[in-house]
């Protein structure tokens, strides 16, 4: 006769060890959520001892009070001076008009040319109907193909940005019509951008002009000024322009 088989115990206790589980987990939440408000709490302190502190030396607060007075008499000094607003600093030039501008670059010119190789005719200046026209030539800024600011240059261009106006600047980058014969440049495009690109950087290293106030552009040998079928009218073409735009 065969031996009955006993039945297993089945537990009916698992359920425990994913409560628990859920328990840990939610006992690790609060904690985090409880450590993030005393960080919060601390920062709140932090802000206003520094709003206190700020208050305080302008004499709208007594020194040891950590709320606004509530009346005329109980804190705040009547007989003090308001702390005058500081305004940034400005450019030298910001708020020139473009004929102050031109006068200042034409003694500018003046003033250098001789200096660090530059010659009479380096840089120019033309009024249009856009604004006035600030003609940096090849000869006295970079060497051919390249895009490369000469160290002697360097000096003279100091000298502009110590006198740009405030308003919007675009610095334009032109070529002459011959095909590159460069490594580094596929084309008068890359050229003229990179060329454009360095002046524009330069000048905003070395003065305040506001970065968003300044655009630049490559038009490579389409915008020309002279006449491409002689070496005076391509030596005119190559050149960066800086336009201080109505």
Do not use: C
Request: aromatic share 8%; no cysteine; proline share 5%.
């Amino acid at each position: 006769m065969s031996k009955k088989k006993k039945h297993e115990h089945v537990n009916h206790e698992r359920w425990l060890v994913s409560y628990a589980d859920f328990i840990t987990l939610l006992f690790a939440f609060f904690v985090v959520l409880f450590a993030s408000g005393q960080a919060d709490k601390k920062k709140q302190q932090k802000f206003a001892s520094a709003m206190q502190q700020a208050f305080s030396q302008m004499a709208l607060f007594e020194p040891h009070a950590k709320q606004p007075a509530l009346n005329d008499g109980s804190g705040a000094n009547p007989n003090a001076a308001p702390k005058p607003i500081e305004m940034p600093l400005q450019a030298e030039g910001a708020g020139d008009t473009p004929e102050r501008v031109r006068e200042k670059v034409e003694k500018l010119v003046e003033s250098e040319v001789g200096k660090g190789g530059l010659k009479k005719g380096d840089v120019t200046t033309t009024p249009t109907a856009e604004g006035l026209v600030l003609s940096l030539h090849e000869g006295g800024f970079f060497d051919s193909g390249s895009a490369a600011l000469k160290p002697a240059a360097t000096e003279t261009l100091k000298e502009i940005a110590g006198i740009l106006p405030g308003g919007q600047i675009r610095v334009e980058g032109h070529t002459d019509n011959l095909p590159m014969r460069s490594a580094m440049y596929a084309s008068n495009w890359e050229l003229s951008s990179a060329r454009a690109s360095a002046i524009a950087r330069f000048l905003l290293e070395h003065s305040s002009v506001n970065p968003s106030h300044l655009a630049v552009a490559g038009y490579a040998e389409f915008h020309p000024v002279a006449s491409n079928g002689t070496v005076e009218g391509r030596a005119a073409n190559r050149r960066v322009d800086v336009v201080f735009l109505k």
